[in-house]
């Protein structure tokens, strides 16, 4: 599978943007799909994933600001971020877990196919 993210920017703090990823080379219908994302010197954290069945479970920090969204016809997921704040900035990569269980959806390594990342940049 690969993946394609796009839809970062460049946003004031209370902006938003949405964030695509497109799955080409197998379909993931049958897969977790999710997004962390990574800051500066920061480790990549996790941010929303919806499972196959529509499932949808949020970090903490994002939760009621942002929405995972997936299309299984065209394989693509969508991040729609609301009042974004300084601190959402971070390099955001979206990933495909067909192992994913509901244990492990906070865990990189669940995740076997990942995106190559868009730039979120969040000015006060």
């Known amino acids: 599978v690969q993946l394609q993210a796009s839809g970062g920017g460049s946003v004031q703090a209370g902006g938003s943007l949405r964030l695509s990823c497109a799955a080409s080379?197998?379909?993931?219908?049958?897969?977790?799909v999710g997004w962390f994302r990574q800051a500066p010197g920061m480790e990549r954290k996790f941010v929303a994933v919806?499972?196959?069945?529509?499932?949808?479970f949020y970090a903490d920090s994002v939760k009621g600001r942002v929405t995972i969204s997936r299309d299984n016809a065209k394989n693509t997921v969508t991040l729609e971020m609301d009042s974004l704040r300084p601190e959402d900035t971070a390099v955001y990569y979206c990933?495909?877990?067909?192992?994913?269980?509901?244990?492990?959806?906070?865990?990189?390594?669940?995740?076997?196919?990942w995106g190559q990342g868009t730039q979120v940049t969040v000015s006060s």
């Open positions: 990933a495909v877990g067909p192992s994913v269980i509901s244990s492990t959806v906070t865990s990189q390594s669940a995740y076997a196919y």
């Open positions: 080379g197998r379909s993931f219908r049958t897969a977790a």
């Open positions: 919806m499972n196959r069945s529509g499932g949808k």
